[in-house]
């Protein structure tokens, strides 16, 4: 079983919909990161998390320590959010280990 | 442009050769990560230097290696490549260790 788990693995969606990805770990984090990998390949990092809750525009992300879980959230979806969202957590080994979560294939259908 | 330069952004080189990919960190920013993306693996996290000192290593193979001199830019060199090692290679940087990671656009090596 890998330490860091999405779900869906893939996800088609109209214009408009609310998107719910997940994330779920079994591992003691430091923080929790949300990225957003673009179709030319480039890495965003979208959210970094150790509690709570944050939100940037129409994405919010959520995180549950107690339960080791995660989601982001896309409101009001539009054709220009498709691409694969990753999940990583950092653990502390001395130094920050990252450990990847599969990725979530996004596709918003205008 | 995130702050974060990768150089080259494209390398083609055969197998049992050496190559050096370059990372220079956003202005300001402490610490380097290096991940390696291929298509069977997804991301794997490679190592991590902070102030020119090596912090954290994941899945780095021994043929690889790691350095980040006192300018902080950072070097990962790979050697005796193999058809596997073609692969995606970002670095990213942050401020401290821990904290949010800016990342580069990537060198897509190539191993024919």
């Known amino acids: 079983k890998n330490e860091v788990e999405q779900s869906p693995q893939n996800l088609t969606a109209q214009e408009g919909e609310f998107i719910t990805i997940n994330c779920s770990y079994s591992v003691g984090i430091s923080a929790l990161h949300w990225l957003q990998q673009h179709p030319g390949g480039g890495i965003v990092s979208l959210f970094m998390l150790s509690s709570g809750k944050k939100k940037h525009g129409r994405l919010i992300a959520t995180i549950n320590i107690q339960e080791k879980h995660s989601s982001l959230h896309i409101t009001a979806s539009h054709p220009r959010d498709s691409a694969v969202y990753i999940c990583?957590?950092?653990?502390?080994?001395?130094?920050?280990?990252?450990?990847f979560g599969a990725g979530t294939r996004l596709f918003v259908k205008a | 442009d995130s702050g974060v330069t990768q150089t080259p952004k494209h390398l083609i080189t055969a197998t049992g050769q050496r190559v050096t990919l370059r990372c220079s960190p956003r202005s300001g920013d402490l610490s380097v990560y290096w991940y390696q993306q291929s298509l069977d693996q997804g991301l794997q996290f490679l190592i991590q230097?902070?102030?020119?000192?090596?912090?954290a290593k994941g899945n780095i193979l021994e043929r690889f290696s790691a350095q980040q001199f006192p300018d902080l830019h950072s070097e990962l060199n790979l050697s005796s490549l193999e058809l596997g090692d073609s692969a995606l290679y970002f670095c990213a940087s942050s401020v401290g260790t821990g904290d949010g990671y800016t990342f580069g656009s990537g060198t897509r090596l190539t191993v024919v």
């Open positions: 990583a957590v950092s653990v502390y080994t001395g130094g920050f280990k990252t450990i």
């Open positions: 230097y902070y102030n020119g000192e090596e912090r």
